[in-house]
C-alpha cells in the first residue's frame, strides 16, 4: 500500500491558488481574469500532482530500490500546463485587442440585462433615466454600463472615443 | 476493422495541416475542406453499419489497454460521429458559398480552424480515456474561441470574452473532477474506472459525479449554467453559429450520458438534482426564447431550452428514456443546424434577423419560408416530424418511471413545446407573414447557401421517414449503454486487469522491483 496522505504544504498553498484564482476571476477587467485562470491552472496542476501520490525515486524501472513517483500524473500536468498556456496566450490578445478597440479590456454588461433593466425603467417611469436610456441602443448601452464593484472605472469613460 | 477508429480525428487533423499550407489559396482549401469532411462522413457511415456486431476499439499507439489510450467506437458514438460529419460537412458547404459578403466571408484561417473543431468533436465522441476526453474539449473549444472571435470586431471581441471564460472555467472544473478521480481510483480509462468506482466511498464518488456534471453541464449549457450561450453565440457568423448551435452542446450532453451510464450506473441522489435542472432549464429557456425579438438569440435561447429535453432524458435513467434521449439528440442537432443556416438566408436577403425590420419573406423567397417552417414546426414537436417522435419518446420514458418529478417533467416538456411553437409561430408570422415594415435591401440569396440548408432540412425529414429503423438503433445503443458489460470487454477482452496484484494503469508493475504502487482504497 502506498502512502496516499496527501502534503500539508501542497494542499495548502492549492487552497491558496485557489482563492486567489477565483477572486481574480470575478473581476471586470480581463488582464485580471487571465491572472486568475493562470492561478488557478496551477491550482489544479498541484492537485493532480497530489492526486499522484507521494513523491518517490524517477520513474525510470530498475534505476533505484525506493518506490518510484507515479508518472501519469506528470504527463497530464504537462499536458495541463501547455494547453493552459495556450488558452492564457489567446486571452491575453483578446484582451489587448479590446484594449485597443475600447480603450479598456472590461467584460461589458449581458445585453440581456441591458434589455430587462429597459423592460423595468419602462414599466416604472421613476426608474428611468437611473440605470437606462431610451435613445441609445441596446448593445452600445451594455457597452457602457458597468456595476459599481469597480471604482476605477469612472474617470475612464472620457478616454473612450 | 479498428483502424476505421481513429480516422475522423486524424483526417480532419492531416486536412488542418495541408489546409494551413495552402494559405492564400481558398479554391484548393475548399477542396481539401471538402474531401476531408466526405472522407470522415463515410468512415462513419461505415462504422455505424460495422458496430452493429460490437463495439470497434483501438489502441493508440498500440499500448495496451489500461496503459495506453483507448478509442472506442460503441454504437452511440457511431451515430453522434455520422451525425456531426453531415452536419460539419453541410455547413462547411454553405459557408464556402458565402462569397463577398464582408462580415461573414470566411478567412483564410477559417478551414484549419474548423477542420481542428470537426477533429476535437470527433474525438471527444469516441475517446475512452477521461483525460483524453478533457484534450478533446481542449481541441473542439480552442477553435471555437478562434471561429467565434473571427475578425475581430468589437462585437464580438465582447462576446468572446465571456464564451472564453467561461469555457475556460469549465475546463478547470473538469481537470478538477479529473484530478479527484485519479486519486480515487488511480486510473483514468473509462473502463477500468467503471469497474473501480463502484468500490470506493459512495459519498466521494458523488462527489466526482457532482464535479463532472458541472463540468458538462457547464459545456451543455444547462441551467444555472446556461447564460453564457445566449450572449455569445448569435454575434458569430452564422455558419459558426450553426456548427456550435448543433455539435459543440451536443459534446457535452454526449460527455454526460456517457459518464452517467458507464461509471456511475447508480448516481445516488444526483438524478433527482438533474431532473430539476432539466425542468429549470426547458421552461427559463423557452421563456427567455418568447420574449425576444431578433431571431438569432430566440433560436439561442430554444437551444438552451431543448438541452433540458435531453437532461431528462440522462436523469430518467432506463434504457428506454436513454433511447429516446439519444434519438433526441440526432433529431436536435440536425434541425437546430437547419434553423441557424436558414436564419442566416434570412439574413443575407432581409439585411438583418430582427423580428421588428423583417417581413413579408413568404412572399418574397418562398423557398427560404419553406425551408424556415418546416425546421420550426419539427422543432417545436408537432407530428409527425421527428421532434415529436423524439418529445413521446421521452414521455413514455417518464410515464414508465412514473415518479412524481416525473410527472412533473412530462408536464414541463409538454409547456415548453407548446411554448417553443408559440415562439416559432411569432418568428413566422413577423419574418415570413406579415408586411415589412420598410423595404428590404432583398439581397441575392446565392444558390450555394441554399443547397446545404435544404440538404440539412431533407435529412431532418429523413429522421421522420426513417424513424423506425433509427429509433430502434438508438434504443440498442441506448441499451449498450445500460449493459456496461459490452462496453467493458471490448475494452478489456481478456477481463479486467485485476486490481489489487497489476494496477496497470502504473508503471510496468510486474517488472520492477516493489513500485509500491498498490490500489487506493
Known amino acids: ?47 493532480i500532482l497530489v492526486a499522484g501520490g507521494a513523491a518517490g525515486s524517477p520513474p525510470i524501472v530498475g534505476l533505484s530500490d525506493r518506490p518510484m513517483s507515479d508518472p501519469l500524473a506528470q504527463a497530464m500536468i504537462l499536458t495541463a500546463i501547455v494547453i493552459t498556456l495556450g488558452l492564457t496566450a489567446f486571452l491575453l490578445a483578446m484582451s489587448y485587442r479590446s484594449w485597443q478597440l475600447n480603450r479598456h479590456d472590461e467584460v461589458q454588461d449581458d445585453v440581456e440585462d441591458r434589455r430587462i433593466a429597459r423592460l423595468a425603467a419602462q414599466d416604472h417611469p421613476s426608474v428611468s433615466g437611473a440605470d437606462t436610456d431610451e435613445n441609445m441602443d441596446l448593445d452600445s448601452e451594455a457597452a457602457e454600463t458597468h456595476d459599481e464593484t469597480d471604482e476605477g472605472t469612472e474617470g475612464r469613460k472620457e478616454v473612450r472615443p | 476493422m479498428s483502424w476505421l477508429v481513429p480516422l475522423p480525428v486524424i483526417l480532419p487533423m492531416l486536412g488542418a495541416g495541408l489546409t494551413l499550407a495552402l494559405y492564400g489559396r481558398p479554391r484548393m482549401q475548399k477542396a481539401v475542406s471538402v474531401t476531408t469532411l466526405s472522407a470522415v462522413l463515410a468512415v462513419s457511415a461505415t462504422m455505424l453499419v460495422i458496430v452493429s456486431s460490437g463495439p470497434l476499439v483501438a489502441e493508440v499507439g498500440d499500448w495496451p489497454a489500461p496503459i495506453g489510450i483507448v478509442l472506442v467506437v460503441d454504437r452511440l458514438s457511431a451515430l453522434m460521429l455520422t451525425v456531426s460529419a453531415t452536419v460539419t460537412l453541410c455547413v462547411l458547404l454553405y459557408s464556402q458559398a458565402q462569397g463577398d459578403d464582408k462580415e461573414s466571408a470566411p478567412v483564410s484561417i477559417y478551414h484549419p480552424t474548423y477542420l481542428i473543431l470537426t477533429a476535437g468533436v470527433s474525438n471527444a465522441f469516441i475517446s475512452g480515456d477521461l483525460f483524453n476526453i478533457y484534450v478533446a474539449f481542449e481541441v473542439l473549444l480552442a477553435a471555437s474561441y478562434v471561429l467565434l472571435t473571427l475578425g475581430g470586431t468589437r462585437e464580438r471581441i465582447r462576446a468572446g470574452s465571456v464564451y472564453v471564460v467561461v469555457a475556460i472555467t469549465s475546463s478547470l472544473l473538469f481537470l478538477i473532477a479529473i484530478a479527484a478521480a485519479y486519486a480515487a481510483t488511480g486510473t483514468l480509462n473509462l473502463a477500468q474506472m467503471a469497474g473501480r468506482l463502484q ?28 447564460f453564457w450561450l445566449p450572449d455569445s453565440y448569435p454575434t458569430a457568423p452564422a455558419a459558426v453559429t450553426a456548427v456550435f448551435a448543433g455539435l459543440l452542446t451536443k459534446v457535452g450532453v454526449y460527455a454526460m450520458i456517457r459518464t452517467r451510464a458507464l461509471l456511475f450506473p447508480d448516481s445516488g441522489g444526483l438524478d433527482d438534482v438533474l431532473m430539476w435542472m432539466a425542468l429549470a432549464t426547458m421552461i427559463v429557456g423557452i421563456l427567455g426564447a418568447v420574449a425576444q425579438d431578433n431571431i438569432k438569440r430566440l433560436l439561442s435561447f430554444t437551444l438552451v431550452s431543448h438541452i433540458g429535453y435531453m437532461v431528462f432524458g440522462i436523469a430518467l435513467a432506463t434504457s428506454e428514456a436513454w433511447g429516446a434521449a439519444i434519438y433526441y439528440v440526432v433529431h436536435h ?36 419560408g419553406i425551408l424556415f417552417f418546416i425546421p420550426a414546426m419539427n422543432l417545436a414537436g408537432i407530428p409527425p416530424f421527428s421532434g415529436f417522435v423524439g418529445k413521446l419518446g421521452l414521455i413514455q420514458a417518464g410515464a414508465l418511471v412514473g415518479t412524481p418529478i416525473a410527472y412533473v417533467l412530462i408536464g414541463g416538456s409538454v409547456v415548453t413545446s407548446l411554448l417553443t411553437l408559440y415562439a416559432m409561430v411569432k418568428a413566422w408570422n413577423k419574418a415570413f407573414w406579415q408586411p415589412a415594415p420598410r423595404p428590404l435591401p432583398a439581397r441575392k440569396v446565392p444558390a450555394g447557401m441554399v443547397m446545404p440548408a435544404v440538404a440539412l432540412v431533407v435529412v431532418s425529414l429523413g429522421l421522420t421517414v426513417a424513424a423506425g429503423p433509427l429509433y430502434e438503433y438508438t434504443t440498442r ?7 456496461r458489460d459490452q462496453y467493458i470487454t471490448a475494452v478489456f477482452p481478456d477481463g479486467v486487469p485485476d486490481d489489487g496484484a497489476t494496477d496497470v494503469a502504473r508503471p510496468a508493475p510486474a517488472s520492477g522491483p516493489d513500485l509500491g504502487q498498490g490500489v487506493r482504497p
Open chain 1, 1 to 47: 500500500m502506498m502512502d496516499t496522505t496527501p502534503n500539508l504544504t501542497l494542499v495548502v498553498v492549492i487552497a491558496v491558488l485557489t482563492a486567489g484564482g477565483v477572486y481574480l476571476l470575478l473581476e471586470r477587467s480581463l488582464s485580471r481574469i487571465v491572472l486568475g485562470i493562470i492561478l488557478l491552472g496551477n491550482a489544479v496542476n498541484l492537485m
Open chain 2, 333 to 368: 442537432i440536425t434541425v437546430q443546424t437547419a434553423l441557424f443556416l436558414v436564419t442566416g438566408l434570412v439574413e443575407r436577403y432581409g439585411g438583418s434577423t430582427s423580428l421588428t425590420r423583417l417581413g413579408g419573406l413568404a412572399k418574397a423567397v418562398p423557398l427560404v
Open chain 2, 199 to 226: 468500490e470506493i466511498d459512495p459519498g466521494v464518488r458523488l462527489v466526482i459525479a457532482m464535479l463532472l456534471m458541472l463540468a458538462f453541464g457547464l459545456k451543455a449549457a444547462v441551467f444555472p449554467l446556461s
Open chain 2, 477 to 483: 445503443a441506448a441499451h449498450d449503454l445500460a449493459e
